[in-house]
C-alpha cells in the first residue's frame, strides 16, 4: 500500500515537472515559469543549451529574494536566479498574463495546491485561456496537480480544464519519496513527438522512464468530473473534499 503524500511546501522535484515537456520541443529558447519561486524549475530550463531567457512571475518577492541569496538554497538551485537569462518578476500570475504580450515556447505552472479560492483561480479556463494567448503555436504547457491518488477526482478535473480550454493533455504520475504518488498534465495547442532531446548529465529521466510516467493504474485512471471556471471553483471543493480525511 502506498502511504498519503505530505502536503508540505517543499519543492516539488522539478526533473519531473520540467524535461517531460520540454525535452519534447525542438530548440526551445523562450520559458515562463509561473510560481516556482525556488529556482528549481529555473534550474533545469537552464540546461538546455538552445534556452535564450527565462521569466519567472511568483508573488513573494521575499522568497526570490531567499533563492537568491541565502549561500545553501542557491546551491541547491545553483544559482539559477542569478543568471543573466534570468527575469524575476514579483506578481500574481493571473493579473499578469492578462497584460503579458510576449510569447513562449514552454510554460510552467507551479502553483501551491488548490486550496482556496484565492489559489483555485490559477486553475481556471480563465487562467489557461491567458496562457494559451502567451503560447507559441508549437508550444506546451505543464501543470502540477496535486496528488491523482488521493485526490483522484481533483487531478481529473485539471486535465478535464485544460482540454475544455481548448489543450490537448498529457497526463502523467511518478512516486517522490517526500510527497508519495504525485501528478502532472502537460498541455499543447497540438500533438507532441513523443521523442526526448534531453540535456546531457540526467541521472533519472529517460525515454523508459518518461513512458512509465504516463502508464496509469487502476487506482488512478479517468474520472468524470466538472471544469474548474472562476465562476464554479469546482477544483477548490474536490481538493477540500479528498484531502480532508489525510489531514483530521
Avoid at 107 to 127: H, I, M, Q, R, W
Avoid at 155 to 181: K, Q
Avoid at 210 to 219: K, T
Wanted: charged fraction near 20%; glycine fraction near 4%; charge should be neutral.
Amino acid at each position: 500500500d502506498r502511504t498519503p503524500p505530505s502536503r508540505s511546501r517543499l519543492p516539488h522535484p522539478s526533473p519531473s515537472r520540467v524535461h517531460p515537456g520540454l525535452a519534447r520541443l525542438t530548440n526551445p529558447h523562450r520559458v515562463l515559469i509561473l510560481g516556482g519561486g525556488d529556482g528549481l524549475a529555473v534550474r533545469e530550463v537552464l540546461k538546455y543549451p538552445s534556452i535564450e531567457n527565462v521569466t519567472l512571475v511568483d508573488l513573494d518577492p521575499e522568497m526570490t529574494r531567499l533563492f537568491s541569496r541565502q549561500e545553501i538554497l542557491v546551491r541547491i538551485n545553483e544559482s539559477s536566479l542569478r543568471s543573466p537569462k534570468v527575469r524575476v518578476v514579483n506578481e500574481d500570475a493571473f493579473t499578469w498574463l492578462q497584460s503579458n504580450s510576449n510569447q513562449f515556447d514552454f510554460v510552467v505552472a507551479d502553483f501551491p495546491d488548490p486550496s482556496n479560492f484565492s489559489l483555485g483561480k490559477l486553475y481556471t479556463t480563465a487562467l489557461y485561456a491567458r496562457v494559451r494567448s502567451a503560447l507559441q503555436p508549437h508550444g506546451a504547457l505543464v501543470v502540477q496537480c496535486t496528488s491523482p491518488w488521493v485526490a483522484r477526482k481533483s487531478f481529473w478535473c485539471v486535465d478535464e480544464t485544460l482540454r475544455a480550454s481548448g489543450f490537448v493533455t498529457e497526463p502523467y504520475h511518478l512516486y517522490v519519496p517526500s510527497f508519495g504518488e504525485w501528478g502532472f498534465v502537460l498541455a499543447s495547442l497540438e500533438p507532441m513527438t513523443p521523442h526526448l532531446n534531453l540535456p546531457e548529465g540526467m541521472q533519472f529521466m529517460n525515454e523508459a522512464s518518461s513512458r512509465d510516467m504516463v502508464h496509469l493504474p487502476p487506482d488512478i485512471v479517468p474520472l468524470q468530473g466538472e471544469p474548474t471556471r472562476l465562476n464554479n471553483q469546482m477544483l477548490v471543493r474536490y481538493f477540500e473534499a479528498e484531502w480532508r480525511p489525510c489531514v483530521h
